[in-house]
T-cell receptor, first 114, second 110 residues
Framework: GAGVSQTPSNKVTEKGKYVELRCDPI?????LYWYRQSLGQGPEFLIY????????DSGLPNDRFFAVRPEGSVSTLKIQRTERGDSAVYLC????????????FGQGTRLTVV | GQQLNQSPQSMFIQEGEDVSMNCTSS?????WLWYKQDPGEGPVLLIA???AGELTSNGRLTAQFGITRKDSFLNISASIPSDVGIYFC??????????WGAGTKLIIKP
């Protein structure tokens, strides 16, 4: 597609449930980033992929959070046993390579845990 | 950990006025970036600064990378209604991670 696509745009889930958030990066972009943005704050880094591998997952808050990118394109962010504090907008971005600062962001997935 | 202090938190200005916002850091960054985020959208890159002292313009926007590499400012001249939104600064460290400010919300009174 022309830009970074994230689905779903909104997700409401019950506390304790499992959720998956999907990101389709710009075709050909090897670097993919996941961020979390809480209300009134800037994005907070979660994990970055270079190709299929997670090059830096230091931002994942705990082991309930996991992300994959099995074929080096689409990525899925997985959250187990969701908590109310996980409610936020989850942003995905992609760039042509890891050193490229001109990453393009998707519209985000607004996750609400009730 | 690294932190960015972005100010002001919000600005109420008249259309046509100039706007100035800035970011300071306790750490040195290799790159400073300025983004704009509209409601329900992801951030969009406005200006990227790669060298200390660099001054770069993009239309009515001008940004500078401070010589200490710990600060940056963004100016918007002759503001128009579509400038409304939240502006974020971000610094890129040596691990290519972006550290973000909390944003400056720009509101323009017609």
């Amino acid at each position: 597609g022309a830009g970074v696509s994230q689905t779903p745009s909104n997700k409401v889930t019950e506390k304790g449930k499992y959720v998956e958030l999907r990101c389709d990066p710009i075709s050909g972009h090897t670097a993919l980033y996941w961020y979390r943005q809480s209300l009134g704050q800037g994005p907070e880094f979660l994990i970055y992929f270079q190709g299929t591998g997670a090059a830096d997952d230091s931002g994942l808050p705990n082991d309930r959070f996991f992300a994959v990118r099995p074929e080096g394109s689409v990525s899925t962010l997985k959250i187990q046993r969701t908590e109310r504090g996980d409610s936020a907008v989850y942003l995905c971005a992609s760039s042509p390579d890891s050193g490229n600062t001109e990453a393009f962001f998707g519209q985000g997935t607004r996750l609400t845990v009730v | 950990g690294q932190q960015l202090n972005q100010s002001p938190q919000s600005m109420f200005i008249q259309e046509g006025e100039d706007v100035s916002m800035n970011c300071t850091s306790s750490s040195i960054f290799n790159t400073w970036l300025w983004y704009k985020q509209d409601p329900g959208e992801g951030p969009v890159l406005l200006i990227a600064l790669y060298k200390a002292g660099e001054l770069t313009s993009n239309g009515r926007l001008t940004a500078q990378f401070g010589i200490t590499r710990k600060d940056s400012f963004l100016n918007i001249s002759a503001s128009i209604p579509s400038d409304v939104g939240i502006y974020f600064c971000a610094g890129q460290d040596s691990n290519y991670q972006l550290i973000w400010g909390a944003g400056t919300k720009l509101i323009i009174k017609p």
